[in-house]
Every structure is written in structure tokens, then in C-alpha cells.
């Protein structure tokens, strides 16, 4: 993937794939593997898709809440100009 070496060369800490779990009442109900933890701040959740429908931006809400990260990235890439797809999510 091409953001994966892009993180690399610009010296990016960054997680892929990480598995974060969904705690009720002390106890794991659930597990999510988001796309992206970028410097273990920002989650990073990637789609491509031609309408990003709210349960998109429930999921990052989800991970936000899961991790205990503040801030998220919603990005598709399935439109004519990329800052037209990216979505910030402050929880």
C-alpha cells in the first residue's frame, strides 16, 4: 500500500491493522481492527466507496469511543478530488 511507504518515508509512526476491542462493564464484547493508528493519535479509517453513508462515520465514532482517541480520519477515495473525501471526526 502505497500510504504504508509514504508513512515510512516521511518518518510516520504509525499502526496498521490494529485490532482494538470493544469493553462493556469491564468485560471484551467485541473486537475491530482499524485501518490506520497514525501517531497514536489520529485514526485513520479508509474507504472507497461512491456514497459514505452515516454507518461510516458511526464506525470511526465507534473506534474513537474503543480507543480512547480523540480525533478521526474518514477518507474516500472514491471521488474526483481528494479533499472533497476526507472527513474529520473530533470526538
Do not use: W
Amino acid at each position: 500500500m502505497k500510504c504504508i511507504q509514504e508513512f515510512k518515508l516521511q518518518n510516520i509512526q504509525f499502526e496498521n491493522q490494529k485490532e482494538i476491542y470493544l469493553i462493556y462493564k469491564g468485560k471484551k464484547v467485541g473486537r475491530h481492527r482499524i485501518d490506520f493508528l497514525v501517531e497514536n493519535a489520529v485514526i485513520v479509517e479508509l474507504k472507497a466507496m461512491q456514497v459514505l453513508h452515516n454507518i461510516f462515520k458511526a464506525q470511526v465514532l465507534t473506534y474513537l469511543r474503543a480507543s480512547g482517541k480523540q480525533i478521526g480520519l474518514l477518507i474516500n477515495f472514491n471521488v474526483p478530488k481528494l479533499k472533497d473525501g476526507i472527513k474529520r471526526m473530533i470526538l
